[in-house]
């Protein structure tokens, strides 16, 4: 078994030859076939255990926890499935605490719509922002990453994700990367900061910039962002830039939607991560640890009036599954287990002084690795090289022979979008131990690795 790092195409083995090749599933070898997920572990047909720090995905933040399934089949025994046309108590109850949450963290008061999945999600929310006005761009961060559908991958930075669909296009406008390490010439935050909002400006202030008329008015819908971009590269937006970027666009006209999908639920610390800026987010999307991974489900929120009846009339947005019973009860007990969980803050506190020191202890050893940073539960770690995949792979099986406290590799997070960027985002219930064997297995990998320089 080697590990070599393969971007595309790979031959097919007879065993898989039914399964599309299309995901992630078949990027990298070996690909193992899991039996087992539990707590922040994983257990593979060959009996091999891997420490979880992608959190499936992101998904996972409480864990992988079979009891929220059982507790969610309790609320739905009576209630196993509706037409999504058909009101429950469970889902006004999920929507209520949902609305709640939202009004606790920006004073207003909103509507929630549910969906199926992160990519959908942001779908509704542009449906949102189109049933409010008629403007006809949407302006995205450069390696902003929102979703892979034929719409959503339109504002998603890969360019190889709708190459295939030829010349149809939706306007997008992409601001500078948020990442001031990227800059190899800005060397400061400060000078990264002035110049990035210089190139807004340009965009944005007349005709020269294409997007706004020769009396300055915008044409813009929507602005569309991360508060930490995941798949962009763990990229946490210096903080001036962010909120100079919201106060233009909001001038502009335009409404301000924030993904939640991956920062939401204390990914990033708190609930969710457009509070470590100073701004009302107008639409905001959930997703991911909504369900804990357990079903998929969504949900935007928009302050009021943009989901009042007279500008989102019954009708305008409907599927088969999305309110689907057991996806909201399932939300519903995760709702009930943040709820219960009292000391979160300190837990994800204590989370990233780990990570942070791990992180920095491989910065500081391996060459390979240039910098890196934690912010809350999630990890990042700047490569010299686009090498993070490789990394990955060597991280799975690191500990094959002598595993560290019963683990054999960790599942770390890379992107081909960022694929100089090591993501860690444990499940947020992993404990103090497993931290430290992560610390142990991150240590190997790196040295391992060292080879790859
Ligand atoms: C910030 C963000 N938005 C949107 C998505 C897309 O969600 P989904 O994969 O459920 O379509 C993701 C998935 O990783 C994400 O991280």
């Known amino acids: 078994m080697g590990n070599k790092y393969v971007v595309g195409h790979r031959s097919e083995s007879s065993k898989t030859s039914f399964v599309a090749h299309g995901d992630f599933i078949y990027r990298h070898e070996p690909v193992p076939i899991f039996i087992k997920a539990k707590g922040s572990a994983l257990e593979d047909i060959g009996g091999y255990r891997y420490l979880s720090a992608d959190a499936a995905n992101g998904t996972a933040n409480l864990g992988f926890d079979a009891s929220i399934l059982k507790e969610s089949w309790k609320k739905v025994e009576k209630i196993p499935s509706m037409p999504s046309f058909c009101e429950t ?9 949902l609305a709640n949450l939202f009004y606790k963290a920006t004073g207003e008061q909103g509507k929630v719509a549910f969906e199926l999945g992160g990519a959908q999600g942001v779908e509704l929310a542009i449906k949102v ?7 006809s761009q949407f302006a995205v961060f450069e390696g902003g990453y929102h979703g892979r559908s034929i719409f959503i991958s339109q504002l998603s930075a890969s360019h190889r994700y709708r190459a295939f669909l030829g010349d149809w296009r939706i306007p997008v406008i992409r601001l500078p990367y948020p990442d001031v390490e990227y800059s190899t010439y800005l060397k400061t935050e400060e000078a990264f900061v002035n110049a990035a909002l210089d190139s807004v400006d340009r965009i944005t202030r007349g005709e020269i910039g294409g997007v706004v008329t020769n009396k300055g008015e915008g044409d813009i819908a929507a602005l569309i962002i991360e508060p930490v971009l995941n798949a962009g590269g763990i990229v946490k937006p210096p903080k001036r830039y962010l909120e100079a970027v919201v106060k233009r666009f909001r001038e502009l006209g335009a409404l301000i939607v924030v993904d939640e999908i991956f920062c939401g639920f204390h990914r990033t610390g708190p609930m969710f991560g457009f509070e470590h800026y100073d701004f009302i987010p107008d639409i905001v999307i959930l997703s991911k640890a909504l369900t804990n991974g357990l079903a998929p489900l969504s949900c935007v929120w928009a302050k009021n009036p943009y989901m009042m009846p007279e500008r989102f009339p019954p009708g305008t947005h409907s599927s088969t599954f999305t309110n689907n019973t057991l996806s909201l009860a399932i939300a519903d007990t995760v709702l009930d287990r943040y709820a219960q969980w009292k000391t979160i803050h300190a837990d994800v506190n204590r989370i990233e002084r780990k990570l942070s020191e791990m992180i920095s202890a491989v910065v500081k050893e391996f060459p390979i690795a240039k910098s890196g940073y934690a912010i809350g539960a999630l990890g990042r770690i700047v490569l010299r090289k686009n090498i993070a995949g490789q990394i990955d792979d060597f991280a799975m099986t690191i500990a094959r022979k002598n595993a560290v406290n019963g683990f054999h590799g ?13 993501a860690i985002n444990p499940p947020l219930t992993i404990t103090q131990r497993e931290l430290e064997v992560l610390r142990i297995l991150l240590i190997q990998t790196f040295a391992a690795a060292q080879s790859l320089l």
């Open 89 to 97: 108590e469970l889902r006004l109850r999920v929507a209520k605490r």
């Open 129 to 135: 922002v189109k049933s409010n006005h008629r403007k």
């Open 410 to 422: 960790a599942i770390l997070a890379s992107t081909g979008l960022s694929p100089h960027v090591l």
